[in-house]
């Protein structure tokens, strides 16, 4: 008998009962891709339950972080009874996620204070000329703004 099985990047760091504590065993241990059984999210540093399957195993896909009504804490987005059109926040646990399977994961930068003056100083200064510079084309807009950059 044959079972088609799909495997996806998540996979590779989704464990069952032997859990790897070394680079060595990280390369050697079988994924747990069987459906009903426990597995947990792994990277060496970090330690997430993962759903264990729809049909025989705690009801919600596999491709997710265990639901916290069983965890009793939640863990992030990829939470299977997250409702459609809720917001909740975004975990570490999520990033690491998205971080290893090869997304770009970086911190947003925050503005520093003297970047938000200017911006704040210049949108007084648009709110004093009314905004929209009173009738002229955008042309005569773009050439006025040149001047001012250069003077």
Same mark, same amino acid.
Request: no cysteine.
């Given at each position: 008998?044959?079972?088609? *099985? ?27 891709? @069987? ?39 939640? #863990? ?13 926040? #975004? ?15 970086? *911190? ?6 003297? *970047?938000?003056? @200017? ?26 703004? #040149? ?5």
């Amino acid at each position: 008998m044959t079972i088609d *099985s799909y495997v996806y990047p998540l996979d590779l760091f989704r464990f069952g009962p032997r859990l790897p504590t070394t680079a060595a065993e990280f390369s050697t241990f079988p994924r747990s891709l @069987l459906p009903g059984y426990e597995a947990w999210f792994s990277d060496l540093d970090n330690l997430w339950s993962m759903s264990t399957g729809y049909y025989t195993g705690d009801g919600h896909q596999a491709s997710h972080w265990k639901a916290d009504e069983l965890t009793l804490f939640y #863990i992030g987005l990829m939470d299977p009874t997250l409702a459609s059109a809720t917001s909740e926040w #975004i975990t570490y646990a999520d990033l690491r996620a998205l971080d290893v399977i090869g997304w770009d994961v970086r *911190s947003a930068p925050v503005p520093e204070p003297g *970047s938000m003056l @200017l911006l704040g100083t210049g949108l007084v200064g648009l709110g004093a000329r009314g905004g929209s510079g009173g009738g002229r084309n955008h042309e005569q807009l773009r050439r006025q703004h #040149i001047r001012e950059v250069r003077l």
